[in-house]
T-cell receptor, first 109, second 116 residues
Framework: GQNIDQPTEMTATEGAIVQINCTYQ??????LFWYQQHAGEAPTFLSY??LDGLEEKGRFSSFLSRSKGYSYLLLKELQMKDSASYLC??????????WGAGTKLIIKP | GAVVSQHPSRVICKSGTSVKIECRSL??????MFWYRQFPKQSLMLMAT?????????EQGVEKDKFLINHASLTLSTLTVTSAHPEDSSFYIC????????????FGPGTRLTVL
């Protein structure tokens, strides 16, 4: 079966750095997405990786290793507004998006 | 980025009634739209994939006669929850993409449905 694993919840301090991991086992791979979702709101797109390596976009970076079935989202200089759930999703061989359960990130002052 | 709207944002209805939710892509034509349901503290659950001009493809376990999807145009898809019951209370979110298979999905703001 298809499976995406990410931690349920993480806590970090304002101004610090946090890394949210995602491992996946899917039938085929056509890219990995990270979305941010604030409580009661719809998800918003953060990043898309299809090749191995690190993609940096401001305070957020996303890394992919296809051989390991592994990705992480790195958030730097954390701000209180970064408190949200972060969803990892993989496009499988049928271009279906397989969603992880999400990681709730709690930022403390 | 592309904008997707949803209407209504919040609806409360009595058990047994039907509720229609609209999803519109405002500044692009969406060949494919998706309908998700999200229960509290859970991730998104794909209900169905909707392509303009054709019947929706429902995920396993989703009753197509209960959740009617119509994708009448390249900018509008509707989800009708028929004979709603309290267990249908949830956050319903639509998304749309341009059509290329690897395109990101743009999400609507969601509709909070409460069935009394």
């Amino acid at each position: 079966g298809q499976n995406i694993d990410q931690p349920t919840e993480m806590t970090a301090t304002e101004g610090a750095i946090v890394q949210i991991n995602c491992t996946y086992q899917t039938s085929g791979f056509n890219g990995l997405f990270w979305y941010q979702q604030h409580a009661g709101e719809a998800p918003t797109f953060l990043s898309y990786n299809v090749l191995d390596g690190l993609e940096e976009k401001g305070r957020f970076s996303s890394f992919l290793s296809r051989s390991k079935g592994y990705s992480y989202l790195l958030l730097k200089e954390l701000q209180m507004k970064d408190s949200a759930s972060y969803l990892c999703a993989v496009l499988d061989s049928n271009y279906q998006l397989i969603w992880g359960a999400g990681t709730k990130l709690i930022i403390k002052p | 980025g592309a904008v997707v709207s949803q209407h209504p944002s919040r609806v409360i209805c009595k058990s047994g009634t039907s509720v229609k939710i609209e999803c519109r892509s405002l500044d692009f034509q969406a060949t494919t739209m998706f309908w998700y349901r999200q229960f509290p503290k859970q991730s998104l659950m794909l209900m169905a994939t909707s392509n303009e001009g054709s019947k929706a493809t429902y995920e396993q376990g989703v009753e197509k006669d209960k959740f009617l999807i119509n994708h009448a145009s390249l900018t509008l898809s509707t989800l009708t929850v028929t004979s709603a019951h309290p267990e249908d209370s949830s956050f319903y979110i639509c998304s749309a993409k341009l059509g290329r298979e690897f395109d990101e999905q743009f999400f609507g703001p969601g509709t909070r449905l409460t069935v009394l």
